[in-house]
């Protein structure tokens, strides 16, 4: 259904997608630095229930949209590319800060912070945004079922970004003590982000249906 090299570039832009700074990993970061890494196991649990949520409504939605509207693709097309770049430009844009910073939370009980995790990333838009905009590039409608693709790929996203965040979420401390001592690393890495997904963009622009 999926060639190898379509399900590597989907889980490039899987990974950037979970390596760049939002909601999910900010709150599962500061829940490992403050309280243990068991609460931000649980939190980050939550936020994997929150995906497959988001990619429900996404993969019911663009089959419809899709199969509906014949110029559906083109359209989502543009407006992925433009969110690509917006990230793009949010990763390397003056001031950004680091999930990595210190914050203060207060500590919570294991069905908190499971649910706070599921309502960050439910009202997470930039998952909702990217199931809507970049799962439609690799949708085939003349390969079969356009539901089983999207649910193929959202696996693939979910796998991904849990192995990602549990990384985070294992080496947060480390993480943070390596930053405050290197704060240019930091630097590299958000230009490092934003070129891999100002390149991204650029691909899907020039792909064709």
Known sequence: ??????????ALAAAVLALTPGPNMVYNVSRTLCQGRAAGLLSLAGVLVGFLFHLT??????????????????????AGAAYLLWMAWQAVRPGGGSPFEPRELPHDRPAVLFRMGLLT????????????????????????????QSFLLGGVQIAVSAVVNLGFVLGA???ARFLQRSPGW????????????????????????
Do not use: C
């Open 1 to 10: 259904m999926f060639s190898l090299q379509e399900i590597g570039l989907f």
């Open 57 to 78: 409504m996404a993969a019911l939605g663009l089959t419809a949209v899709l199969l509906a509207v014949p110029y559906a693709f083109e359209v989502i097309k543009l």
């Open 186 to 209: 930091m630097r590299v890495q958000r230009w490092v982000m934003g070129t891999v997904l100002g390149l991204l963009a650029a691909r899907l622009m020039a792909e064709r249906r």
């Open 121 to 148: 990333n439910l009202l997470n838009p930039k998952v909702a945004v990217f199931y809507l905009s970049f799962f439609p590039q690799f949708l085939h409608p003349e390969r079969g079922d356009v539901l089983l």
């Open 173 to 175: 401390a480390g993480i």
